[in-house]
């Protein structure tokens, strides 16, 4: 079966949606459907900026997690069998969720598996964001709550490893050079706890270091970043089998992202 890529959707960081670039997968999705079309794509979104979460007209992040594992559980049962690659890439606190949905991905198929499974992140707040993380601790707002909730992601991170030897298993763990969001240490404190916790010998695990060659908010504008959209695209394609007929690879230029950026806001007119 055809393999199955999950992109998972951080939160805004700015206090409003309309102050920040658009931080979620739209732009790559758009990129990795025109380039390898056989892939099937399962984009996990969220629609929340600060001022949602803060006023409190977002809902608790526990049900949006609930939401998207049964997207994906309608993803995976709504083919005739297990596909044989699946990925998931998490962005920011997209990271954090992937983790929640990968770690329990047996449980969307009685227990199976597929053949190669792979977990990608960038800039994921394994530890904290690294910044008023114990301001942050006392606000009981759930989507804070879980970037501090360390004891919580370990414990996904233990059962995550578990699968390796039942599959052949890959995580990528990448800090972004100058990240405003993030610090190094904690976007790459994922692979640190396997390492330490002695996880199986056939788990593939590694950290990373990705420059996106920007001054500017490297974290805010990573999705909209055509070396970006290149290095996510030399991952999938070490990962997977090459495309029907191995063409030539051609890394996206600025022109192609603002083409993707003006055809995602045609669209986005014509369904207001």
């Known amino acids: ?48 900026d600060w001022l949602d979460i803060f006023s409190g007209r977002a809902e608790p992040y526990q049900e949006l997690q609930e939401q998207m594992l049964r997207r994906l559980c309608g993803e995976v ?28 991905f047996d449980e969307l198929t009685g227990g199976a598996l597929p053949a190669r499974l792979a977990f990608i992140t960038f800039g994921a707040p394994y530890a904290g964001t690294g910044l008023l993380d114990r301001l942050f601790a006392k606000t009981h707002i759930s989507y804070i709550e879980r970037v501090v909730n360390l004891e919580e992601t370990k414990r996904q991170a233990r059962r995550l490893a578990g699968f390796a030897g039942d599959c052949c298993l890959t995580v990528l763990a990448h800090s972004i050079v100058r990240d405003e969001m993030v610090s190094p240490a904690s976007a790459r404190m994922l692979t640190d706890w396997l390492y330490f916790s002695r996880q199986r010998p056939e788990l593939q695990y590694g950290a990373f270091r990705f420059d996106p060659q920007t001054l500017f908010q490297p974290h805010n504008t990573l999705m909209q970043n055509p070396l970006a959209f290149a290095y996510i695209d030399g991952l999938l394609d070490g990962l997977l089998p090459p495309p029907p007929g191995a063409p030539g690879y051609h890394p996206p230029g600025a022109d192609t992202i603002r083409e993707l950026r003006a055809a995602a806001r045609r669209l986005q007119a014509e369904a207001s």
Request: hydrophobic letters at 45%; proline letters at 5%.
């Open 77 to 104: 049962e709504g083919g005739d069998e297990l596909p044989d690659a699946v990925v998931f890439l998490g962005f920011s606190l997209g990271g954090l969720t992937a983790l929640a949905l990968a770690s329990r």
């Open 1 to 48: 079966m055809q393999p199955l890529i999950i992109l998972v959707d951080g939160i805004v960081s700015a206090f409003a949606r309309r102050l920040t670039p658009d931080v979620t997968w739209n732009l790559y999705r758009r990129w990795l459907e025109r380039r390898r079309p056989e892939l099937k794509l399962c984009h996990l979104q969220q629609h929340y």
